[in-house]
């Protein structure tokens, strides 16, 4: 704690206090908002390094209203700041503490910004007026009546009030000294009053005009009150008799307009102003009556509430969000299908079951205005298009498209919002996408809506549940809000590389589109429409600096990527537009310093004129010149080719086939590996299965353990298949983890193989799963591991009879360069597989499409 007969420093930083008076000996609790007060709290008060830190200048300012300026008060009030409370949110707010030291008189301004600092004389010092009252006779007797009018207004007072039997106690402990001061802050008094007893100096001044203040309290307190009598006159008097006995009583700072001017534009508004701007924002918002009866309660809460409390910032955040949030505003959908149709057919190649669901949602709205959004899910691997699809739609409809990130998202409040008794609390995702668009009707596209977690702030897949279901959702609850709100007008579209990560509950919510890979005839069209056009922009090119044959195109699509999407094949697109823009800028620097010399020794005869447009005419025959994009170029600029045909190869030997998988990435090819060695007729499977794949693999050896025989696979009749025989299945890629139903017959094919001796087709993949009595069935993902068979050249596929509805979704180049083998039991898997039949094998049908 300061101790207050210590002198003063010479410097202070000022704390300007508006229309408000703060006098020593006397507490006070200070509100700061304008900037430059902020920022000498933030450099001095908080920073408690020194001891000069905690004591600052409080100086009254008055806004006269004949005046144009605001007049700074040349005496102050040196304070020691007690404590200091507050908040950065929503926006800086202190409240200070002070308790009032002695008086101090501006000599002159220091330092304005960024604070206002200034050079100060101490008036008075409690010690030396001790001193003085006992010394001087007229000063005692004044300090005695004195306290004889406090006592007597104290005895007016209720005792049963605990408050007054302290007032007596604290009465009795203040100084003679200080008691003018002390209790005109404590009787009613107006501004100016209190300002003049601020400017006087003087002990005995100062107490006779505090004993009048004092008389006319306890007169008040028996009903006349000289108040009321005439405020307004008695506050202009004493105003001007203030400024008369006082002429340089007035601070003139080196620049008055500019500084009352800054602390001006500092307060911007009253809290008063802000709270009925508030109101007339709820008036005109057009709310729905349930909202608008909670946001007129909370108003009239807030209207009661002190600016000091932390509750007023977050009340008046609330009522900021129910007014900007879109209630009744909407877009008007744009129901041309035909135009629909064109522009969807623009903006993306192929996708037809994606885009005839949407064509159908828009002939539905078109004939019935009052159908509540769809919840579209589109699942298909990345780079397929998913994200842009639904941009697409958003435009093609005229609505606002917002896109929410669910990746990673593993706290239920990102979706539902906190409740307002948390600090920082605010609304969830939905309700921020809505306020951003304004509009109650937008596309909200719910991104990699799989890849949500949980964890101890709850499952945010089940916060979901209510705004996918278009029965709930007309009636949303945002924990923030605490209102309902429709969400029946918005068009959600979820996107997924996977359904198996998604919860049932939300599943069942949704309207899955699969969306599958492209084929190598989509690539090169997606290449020549989106991918190199918008590849030539980002890396300075044109048509004309760049020619890209369809061959070369090929060549990079099939040799260095093997994805469904289309990522990969960008980058590499990338990768060649940036080293022809080396080629191109090369070659327009060498025809420009040709052209010069050409130019130059010419003709010495020809004018300046002449030479340019000899330049100008090579370097332009120059850029005509398209640079051919060839694959030798290809290799020097991407490097040799990444995937290469290894299924000749691979299939040369005994114990090898070719299966297909799914993958969230798309289909994949997958190659099974088996071999034999001397043992105990162990089993040993490797290459991270899951626990589906190993019961294939011991299915399918068992299911041919019980026909080796009929397979002419042992050599004498009875002799088990594994007798001193150990198995090793391996699935290459041993770091990638493989599960799932899809293998069975691959394992068959592989221990046949393995067995007989015999090698199977290299152009042959397959897929199915097997049941102990040799039955082919159905699996899933066909038209994905179709076309990854078809990416990695094979064209011949073994699949289940069942699946042969599946085909009907491939592409019709596809189908054409491919043959399918529909199989119902093991046996035709077996047929198919290899060159000619095993001696004895049952004769099963088999057919072709």
């Known amino acids: 704690m300061v101790v207050p007969n210590r002198d003063l420093p010479k410097r202070l930083p000022l704390l300007i206090l508006k229309d408000k008076v703060l006098l020593p000996g006397s507490s006070m609790r200070i509100a700061v908002r304008d900037n430059a007060s902020l920022r000498m709290i933030d450099s001095r008060l908080l920073r408690k390094d020194t001891l000069s830190s905690v004591i600052i200048g409080v100086v009254p300012r008055r806004s006269d209203k004949e005046d144009e300026e605001s007049l700074l008060h040349a005496t102050g009030t040196a304070a020691v700041v007690v404590q200091v409370t507050g908040t950065n949110w929503p926006k800086p707010l202190y409240t200070l503490l002070v308790t009032g030291l002695c008086r101090f008189r501006i000599d002159k301004t220091v330092m304005e910004e960024p604070y206002l600092i200034a050079e100060v004389t101490q008036l008075d010092r409690p010690t030396e007026q001790e001193a003085e009252i006992r010394k001087n006779a007229v000063l005692t007797t004044l300090a005695e009546e004195f306290r004889l009018f406090a006592n007597e207004i104290v005895d007016m007072l209720d005792g049963r009030i605990p408050v007054v039997s302290r007032l007596k106690d604290m009465l009795s402990g203040i100084p003679d000294g200080s008691l003018p001061d002390t209790l005109t802050s404590i009787v009613k008094a107006s501004y100016l009053e209190k300002l003049e007893i601020l400017n006087t100096v003087d002990l005995i001044e100062r107490f006779k005009k505090s004993l009048h203040l004092l008389k006319r309290q306890k007169e008040g307190m028996k009903g006349k009150n000289p108040l009321r009598s005439g405020p307004e006159v008695i506050n202009r008097r004493l105003w001007k008799s203030n400024n008369s006995k006082r002429g340089g009583n007035m601070l003139v700072p080196k620049d008055p307009k500019r500084v009352s001017k800054r602390f001006d534009d500092d307060d911007e508004n009253d809290d008063e102003d802000d709270v009925e701007e508030l109101e007339r924002k709820i008036r005109s918002a057009d709310l729905p009556e349930h909202a608008f009866k909670v946001a007129m309660k909370e108003l009239k809460r807030l209207k009661k509430m002190p600016p000091q409390f932390p509750e007023h910032a977050t009340t008046r955040n609330y009522l900021e969000w129910m007014v900007d949030l879109p209630w009744s505003q909407e877009t008007k959908d744009k129901l041309d299908i035909s135009q629909a149709r064109i522009d969807l057919d623009h903006d993306h190649y192929g996708l037809e079951k994606l885009k005839k669901r949407v064509i159908e949602y828009l002939a539905?709205?078109?004939?019935?205005?009052?159908?509540?959004?769809?919840?579209?899910?589109?699942?298909?691997?990345?780079?397929?298009?998913?994200?842009?699809?639904?941009?697409?739609?958003?435009?093609?409809?005229?609505?606002?498209?917002?896109?929410?990130?669910?990746?990673?998202?593993?706290?239920?409040?990102?979706?539902?919002?906190?409740?307002?008794?948390?600090?920082?609390?605010?609304?969830?995702?939905?309700?921020?996408a809505l306020k951003t668009v304004g509009v109650k009707n937008p596309v909200i596209l719910l991104d990699e809506v799989d890849k949500m977690g949980k964890s101890l702030h709850g499952d945010p897949s089940a916060a979901l549940l209510e705004v996918l279901d278009p029965e709930q959702n007309w009636t949303f609850v945002d924990h923030y809000l605490n209102i309902p709100f429709d969400l029946s007008q918005v068009l959600f579209i979820a996107t997924a590389n996977t359904v198996s990560t998604?919860?049932?509950?939300?599943?069942?919510?949704?309207?899955?589109?699969?969306?599958?890979?492209?084929?190598?005839?989509?690539?090169?069209?997606?290449?020549?429409?989106?991918?190199?056009?918008?590849?030539?922009?980002?890396?300075?090119?044109?048509?004309?600096?760049?020619?890209?044959?369809?061959?070369?195109?090929?060549?990079?699509?099939?040799?260095?990527?093997?994805?469904?999407?289309?990522?990969?094949?960008?980058?590499?697109?990338?990768g060649v537009c940036r080293a022809v823009a080396v080629q191109v800028a090369e070659a327009t620097r060498n025809a420009s310093e040709k052209a010069e010399e050409k130019a130059e020794a010419g003709s010495k005869e020809d004018s300046k004129e002449l030479k340019d447009k000899h330049k100008s005419d090579s370097a332009q025959t120059a850029d005509k010149k398209a640079f051919l994009v060839t694959e030798k170029f290809l290799v020097d600029v991407l490097g040799p080719p990444i995937f290469e045909s290894e299924v000749a190869q691979r299939l040369s030997t005994p114990g090898v086939a070719v299966g297909l998988a799914w993958t969230a990435m798309g289909g994949e090819i997958m190659f099974v590996e088996a071999t034999r060695m001397g043992g105990e007729g162990k089993i040993t499977l490797t290459g991270q299965l899951g626990d589906v794949m190993k019961e294939s693999a011991q299915l399918a050896l068992s299911w041919l353990r019980s026909r080796s025989v009929e397979y002419s696979l042992?050599?004498?009749?009875?002799?088990?298949?594994?007798?001193?025989?150990?198995?090793?299945?391996?699935?290459?890629?041993?770091?990638?983890?493989?599960d799932g139903p899809s293998a069975g017959v691959t394992i068959v094919t592989v221990l046949v193989s393995l067995f007989s001796g015999r090698c199977t087709r290299s152009d042959t993949a397959m897929t199915g799963e097997i049941t102990l009595r040799g039955l082919v069935l159905p699996v899933g993902g066909i038209k994905e591991k179709v076309l990854a068979a078809h990416r990695a050249g094979l064209r011949r596929v073994i699949l289940p009879r069942r699946n042969e509805k599946d085909l009907s979704e491939l592409p019709d180049n596809v189908k054409d360069e491919m043959t399918f083998i529909l199989a119902n039991r093991v046996e035709d898997v077996l047929r198919a597989a290899f060159d000619d039949e095993f001696p004895g094998m049952a004769q099963a049908t088999s057919s072709k499409l």
């Open 364 to 432: 539905v709205r078109k004939l019935k205005n009052s159908l509540k959004g769809p919840i579209l899910c589109f699942v298909g691997p990345p780079g397929v298009g998913k994200t842009s699809v639904g941009r697409s739609i958003a435009n093609t409809l005229g609505r606002e498209f917002q896109r929410i990130s669910l990746g990673g998202i593993c706290d239920q409040s990102d979706i539902r919002g906190h409740r307002r008794t948390y600090i920082g609390s605010m609304p969830g995702r939905i309700l921020n």
């Open 502 to 574: 998604i919860p049932a509950a939300l599943l069942d919510r949704m309207e899955l589109i699969m969306v599958p890979g492209y084929t190598q005839e989509e690539k090169v069209a997606i290449s020549k429409r989106h991918l190199l056009p918008k590849q030539l922009k980002e890396h300075g090119l044109t048509e004309q600096d760049i020619e890209v044959p369809g061959d070369s195109l090929k060549a990079v699509i099939s040799n260095y990527t093997r994805e469904a999407g289309v990522r990969s094949l960008e980058r590499k697109i990338g």
């Open 714 to 738: 042992t050599a004498e009749d009875g002799v088990d298949l594994l007798e001193r025989t150990d198995v090793h299945i391996h699935f290459p890629a041993g770091a990638v983890g493989k």
